[in-house]
C-alpha cells in the first residue's frame, strides 16, 4: 500500500535562509509524486511533479524536489525564503498502477512553514 | 485560476440536513476527485469517479454520497449532517492516471 509521511508538522526559517521540508513514501509501484501548496483559504496549488523522468524537478516560485529512489524520499527545497512562501505544503504520492484510470491520491499530513522577517 | 470550479463557496446548514455540493472539472478531464479536510483529520480522499463510473473509494461515510454526470461534472451528497462534517470540500479533477490533479477553491460547510 502506498503512503507518505511528511517528517516536520512544522518548519520556520528566517526571509533570504534555504527552505527543506521533507518526505518519504513508501510504494509498490512506480509512484509519481507531487508537492502541493495550500495558503489560507485557498485550494492546493500544485508546485512540481515527479513522473519517472529526470529525478531532479523543478517547480514554481524557485521550488525543486529530488527523488531519491535508495532512500524513498522526495524532499522539497528553496534556496532562500520569501515571505510569500508562508502556507501548508502538501507531499503526495499517486498508485502507479494502471487500471483504466484509477489514480488516488495519497496525501501527507502536511507541513506548516513560517518565514519570519 | 486551476479550471475547477465549486459551488457554493460557503454554506451554513443545521444538524440532520442534507446537501449538495457541486464540481466542475477542467476541460478535457475525465477524472473527479472529492477530498475532505479538517483540523483534525487534515486532507482526507473521499472518493474518486472517472467517465462516469467510481474508480477508488477512501474514507467516505454511507451518509455520504457521489455522482459523475454525462457532462463530466461531479456532486457530492452530504445528508443527516453532524457538527463533525463541517470542513472544507475539495474536488479536483485530472486528465488521466499518473497525472496531477488540479483543486477547486473549496466549499465551506459548516453545520450548525
Known amino acids: 500500500a502506498q503512503s507518505v509521511t511528511q517528517l516536520d508538522s512544522h518548519v520556520s526559517v528566517s526571509e533570504g535562509t534555504p527552505v527543506l521540508l521533507r518526505c518519504n513514501y513508501s510504494?509498490?509501484?512506480?509512484?509519481?509524486l507531487f508537492w502541493y501548496v495550500q495558503h489560507p483559504n485557498k485550494g492546493l496549488q500544485l508546485l512540481l511533479k515527479?513522473?519517472?523522468?529526470?529525478?531532479l524537478v523543478k517547480g514554481i516560485n524557485g521550488f525543486e524536489a529530488e527523488f531519491k529512489k535508495s532512500e524513498t524520499s522526495f524532499h522539497l527545497t528553496k534556496p532562500s525564503a520569501h515571505m510569500s512562501d508562508a502556507a501548508e505544503y502538501f507531499c503526495v504520492v499517486s498508485d502507479g498502477r494502471f487500471s483504466g484510470g484509477y489514480n488516488k491520491l495519497i496525501f501527507g499530513a502536511g507541513t506548516r512553514l513560517a518565514v519570519h522577517p | 485560476d486551476s479550471g475547477v470550479t465549486q459551488t457554493p463557496k460557503h454554506l451554513i446548514t443545521a444538524t440532520g440536513q442534507r446537501v449538495t455540493l457541486r464540481c466542475s472539472p477542467r476541460s478535457g478531464d475525465l477524472s473527479v476527485y472529492w477530498y475532505q479536510q479538517s483540523l483534525d483529520q487534515g486532507l482526507q480522499f473521499l472518493i474518486q469517479y472517472y467517465n462516469g463510473e467510481e474508480r477508488a473509494k477512501g474514507n467516505i461515510l454511507e451518509r455520504f454520497s457521489a455522482q459523475q454526470f454525462p457532462d463530466l461534472h461531479s456532486e457530492l451528497n452530504l445528508s443527516s449532517l453532524e457538527l463533525g462534517d463541517s470542513a472544507l470540500y475539495f474536488c479536483a479533477s485530472s486528465v488521466e492516471m499518473n497525472t496531477e490533479a488540479f483543486f477547486g477553491q473549496g466549499t465551506r460547510l459548516t453545520v450548525v
Open positions: 515527479y513522473t519517472s523522468a529526470a529525478t
Open positions: 510504494s509498490s509501484y512506480s509512484p509519481s
